[in-house]
């Protein structure tokens, strides 16, 4: 949800004259030249069914001095959400998937597995829309080294466990969109990104869309750059459908055009318009004041509701903003992982120059990504106080842990017989212990490099469960969260 600032100022004005605009490209250029590891940016507005701007800003490929343009084919991270929900929901329309059903009953032999809960109540809808009970997960495979993507059943068995009761938690899960790529391609009888071209891509008349980068495309991608401003190498995912689309920001305003219902005159209808708005109604909560459809986030900007999506991973900035009352939609997309053009503009100047809609509220703050930072300080229930042991469970072994929870607030932990360790960072909210520790689970994907293990345990009575995600270092790469299942029974002694 980076670039918010950049995306509000062009969506200020949809249908003013050029010179507004201008005052925009200013901006984006001089803030472009101060940085020194943003190559480029693109931006596309369309209102009422008219693309009104397209542009890039800087370069695609600094190296080879290509320079951007409303056409580069930029990777989008998890604006490719939406897009995969699209697919899903096409084959809604034909009655090949019911929302309601379980998700199990698409995915042949590999199952979710519920630790806790009915794994009957993880529906479609619920691993759409982050409440499936699925938990914290991604996993990068950089294309310099040996590693690649397992096929999407073994990652199920690995990783497929539901952590929380189906429809009891939101939690943002890119699991789920590629347990749902999974779903398309076994329904569909094609490959998911054969299927994606086929009835979304062309059908919208998105030409320079794909999943994965197209060998036809190659030559118009944005690189993706590291924050040392040198291009990284080539990546996939094990959860193609929540990250790995590749788009313009003038294919992307197209495909927005079509979910605000003023399809382009060349663009089929491939969806309802009641199955548009069902993928737009929020049917669950995401804990910070919005809420979550079928692959669409919805919110406020000022007095305006918003549909929206947006996107952050190594090399990749991405937002992608509907504006249903005023048939406005924005694209913006970058080929750096970057915060640094949010100070392009201040709220005075949006407020200056904004319609009303924006000028009488404030604006929302993006939605941040993985756990939640907890309290500095620590004061935990009695219910938390004492010795809980148990189980780590991960899909080559089952482990000893043990957590010593005392009344001071400091918390240590042990896994199998390694040494006894402190949990940093503790916090206990809505009834989940969170924290984090080192350890060693010992799995290949894990072992690829440094990290850390977070907890996010739920309090139900006298036990403690839920997951423990080994999370990689950011540094030299970012490489994985994987979560795994834990619970634990409190002992008869306090420590």
Do not use: C
Request: proline share 7%; net charge positive.
């Amino acid at each position: 949800m980076r670039w918010k600032s950049i995306l509000l100022v062009a969506a200020l004005a949809p249908a003013a004259a050029a010179d507004q605009f201008d005052f925009v490209r200013t901006g984006i250029r001089r803030r472009l030249e101060q940085s020194t590891h943003v190559p480029s940016l693109a931006v596309a507005v369309a209102q009422n069914g008219k693309i009104l701007w397209e542009e890039g800003f800087g370069w695609a490929d600094r190296e080879k001095k290509i320079p951007a343009t409303g056409h580069t084919v930029y990777s989008l991270a998890s604006v490719s959400k939406p897009i995969t929900a699209t697919g899903l929901m096409a084959l809604k329309q034909r009655g090949r998937i019911e929302l309601d059903r379980p998700i199990n009953n698409y995915l042949g032999p590999s199952r979710l597995t519920a630790r806790v809960g009915r794994a009957r109540d993880a529906t479609v809808r619920r691993v759409a829309n982050h409440t499936s009970g699925l938990p914290l997960h991604y996993q990068f495979f950089y294309f310099d080294e040996p590693y690649r993507p397992p096929a999407m059943p073994e990652t199920i068995r690995r990783y497929g466990n539901l952590v929380t009761a189906p429809g009891e938690k939101y939690e943002y899960s890119n699991l789920g969109y590629g347990v749902l790529d999974h779903v398309i391609e076994r329904v569909s009888g094609r490959s998911y990104a054969e299927f994606m071209r086929r009835e979304v891509f062309l059908p919208l008349g998105m030409t320079r869309s794909s999943v994965g980068i197209g060998a036809d495309l190659e030559k118009h991608q944005a690189l993706r750059y590291g924050p040392d401003g040198s291009p990284l190498p080539f990546y996939d995912f094990d959860h193609r459908g929540g990250s790995a689309i590749f788009s313009s920001a003038h294919d992307l305003v197209r495909f927005g055009l079509f979910h605000l219902k003023t399809r382009l005159p060349d663009q089929k209808a491939i969806l309802s318009d009641q199955n548009i708005d069902e993928m737009q109604r929020p049917t669950a909560e995401d804990g910070r004041g919005g809420g979550y459809g079928i692959g669409w986030a919805t919110g406020q900007i000022g007095a305006w509701r918003v549909v929206r999506h947006g996107g952050g991973m190594p090399g990749v900035s991405t937002a992608l903003v509907l504006v249903p009352s005023e048939k406005l939609v924005v694209a913006v997309l970058a080929n750096a992982s970057s915060a640094a053009l949010d100070q392009l503009v201040t709220y005075p100047i949006l407020s200056a120059a904004a319609p009303v809609g924006i000028r009488s509220g404030t604006v929302e703050k993006p939605a941040a990504g993985g756990l939640e930072r907890t309290p500095a300080s620590f004061e935990p229930p009695g219910s938390l106080v004492g010795t809980w042991t148990g189980k780590l469970n991960s899909y080559r072994a089952v482990v000893p842990f043990t957590l010593w929870i005392r009344e001071s607030g400091e918390i240590e932990a042990r896994l199998d017989d390694q040494v006894r360790t402190p949990v940093t960072n503790p916090g206990f909210r809505e009834g989940y212990l969170t924290g984090r520790l080192t350890g060693h689970l010992g799995t290949e994907e894990v072992n690829r490099g440094p990290y850390l293990l977070h907890l996010s345990l739920k309090l139900r009575g006298q036990t403690l469960n839920g997951a423990v995600a080994a999370v990689s270092l950011p540094r030299p790469r970012v490489r994985s969260a994987l979560s795994h299942w834990v619970e634990l029974m409190r002992a008869a002694e306090t420590p």
